[in-house]
């Protein structure tokens, strides 16, 4: 059910709980009450007060403090003691239990103000009027932070998805490139890295994860009459800046070769700084073998 609209402001009404014995004195309340536009419910006992809070979400209530059932003080106590009534505004009003003395009891039973009869209407109006303002900002607050939790909630649900189809991109991407027997490398030339993806390193015969070296480190497993025409090729891409490929012999840990066919790119740094190469690396060690077969067996033939 929508909330009726108050005169004032055109927002939505809160309710204002009135508590008294006396019904003359409830009347007298409404009448002062009348023109702030909110929703006014009056109740003669501490009891029908209690089953309006159960059910009614209430801004500000207003109790006399000597009533039959349960006196005012008792009252306050059992709605400080229900979490749901923790932030409702609760002035007292007494045309007994004035003293200082009294009004010390009152705020330590968690009443927010507490007002002597005779009441001065204009100042009764004004102090209803500060606490109801602190319910609404307090609930438009809320009304934001929620906002705020659901879009961090899409948000974080929008990420989760990107990661998980990223990681299944790279997934699919790995099995393609091991199936096809390639790999992935880039050589920083500013930091001097030279960085292997897993398929390459497997195909290298290293251990199959990413791994970063020092490139004179990655020279080093180079054969040795290949480093020049790796080296060239390296100079001339980045002097033209444009792409790069080499065939090139890599030696394994157990002394056997591979051949691998890289085809690349070198990438420009930001404000002329170096760059980097990038590219793949394609196992090749089965064809060159099978060229260098044949070779042999022209070489027999036409001896």
């Not at 059992?78 to 923790?86: A, N, S, V």
């Amino acid at each position: 059910m929508v909330a009726p609209l108050s005169d004032v402001g055109k927002r939505p009404t809160v309710n204002i709980l009135l508590v008294d014995d006396q019904r003359a004195k409830l009347l007298s309340y409404e009448a002062i009450l009348k023109d702030l536009g909110e929703n006014l419910i009056s109740v003669t006992t501490a009891n029908e007060a209690l089953a309006v809070l159960l059910r009614t979400e209430v801004a500000v209530v207003l109790v006399d403090v000597c009533m039959p059932d349960l006196d005012g003080f008792q009252l306050v106590q059992m709605i400080r003691e229900h979490p749901r009534f923790k932030d409702i505004a609760v002035i007292f009003v007494s045309a007994v239990l004035s003293s200082d003395f009294d009004r010390i009891k009152g705020y330590e039973f968690g009443a927010v103000d507490y007002v002597s009869v005779p009441v001065v209407p204009e100042i009764l109006r004004a102090k209803v009027r500060v606490f109801i303002e602190l319910h609404r900002k307090a609930r438009e607050l809320e009304q934001t932070a929620m906002g705020l939790e659901q879009i961090v909630a899409e948000r974080t649900a929008e990420l989760e998805e990107s990661t998980a189809q990223l990681k299944k991109r790279e997934e699919q991407l790995s099995q393609a490139l091991a199936a096809a027997n390639m790999g992935t490398w880039r050589h920083d030339l500013a930091s001097q890295l030279s960085t292997a993806d897993a398929d390459l390193n497997a195909i290298l015969g290293l251990e199959r994860a990413e791994t970063s070296c020092p490139t004179t480190e990655w020279f080093a497993r180079i054969h040795e009459e290949d480093v020049d025409a790796v080296a060239e090729s390296w100079r001339r891409a980045v002097s033209e800046r444009g792409p790069y490929e080499a065939e090139i012999r890599f030696k394994k840990a157990d002394g056997s070769i591979r051949w691998i066919r890289e085809q690349g790119n070198y990438v420009p740094g930001p404000n002329g700084m170096p760059g980097y190469l990038t590219g793949l690396g394609l196992d090749i060690t089965e064809r060159r073998q099978a060229e260098e077969d044949r070779n042999l067996l022209l070489e027999e033939l036409d001896r």
